[in-house]
C-alpha cells in the first residue's frame, strides 16, 4: 500500500521547536511536491506549507511564515518540515501529502497547493502539542 509516512511530533513547550519529516512507503518522493497540512479539534484541516518537486519553490501559509521552514532531500527520500517559535495554537495532528508531478519543476504552485483533493498519497499524521 503506498502512504508517506510523518514523524517527529511531540509535546514541547511554547517558544521551542520541533522537525517534523515525511518519508514515502511504496513510492519515490522525488517525483512529488510535497504539502503539509494540519488539523486543530474542531478545525478544519488548513495548509501550512509546500514544496515543489526540486525544492526550488516553497509556500507558506501567513499563520507560519517566518517561523516555519520546509525543504527536501531527495537522495534520502524524505522532506522535513522545521518548525521553531512554535505557539499554543501551533497544536494540531500534522499530515504531509503527496502530489506527483510528471515536470520535474512541477508543484506547490500559487494557491492550489492547498486543495486537499489534488494530492494522491496522505499520512496517518504526527501530533504536535504546544503547551507549558
Known amino acids: 500500500q503506498l502512504h508517506a509516512v510523518e514523524s517527529g511530533g511531540g509535546l514541547v513547550q511554547p517558544g521551542g521547536s520541533l522537525r517534523l519529516s515525511c518519508a514515502a512507503s511504496?513510492?519515490?518522493?522525488?517525483?512529488?511536491?510535497i504539502g503539509w497540512f494540519r488539523q486543530a479539534p474542531g478545525k478544519e484541516r488548513e495548509g501550512v506549507s509546500c514544496i515543489s518537486r526540486s525544492g526550488g519553490r516553497t509556500n507558506y501559509a501567513d499563520s507560519v511564515k517566518g517561523r516555519f521552514t520546509i525543504s527536501r532531500d531527495n537522495a534520502r527520500n524524505t522532506v522535513y518540515l522545521q518548525m521553531n517559535n512554535l505557539k499554543p495554537e501551533d497544536t494540531a495532528v500534522y499530515y504531509c501529502a503527496a502530489d506527483f508531478q510528471t515536470s520535474p519543476f512541477g508543484g506547490c504552485i500559487g494557491g492550489s497547493w492547498q486543495a486537499g483533493d489534488k494530492y494522491d498519497y496522505w499520512g496517518q499524521g504526527t501530533q504536535v502539542t504546544i503547551s507549558s
Open positions: 511504496g513510492f519515490t518522493l522525488g517525483s512529488y511536491g
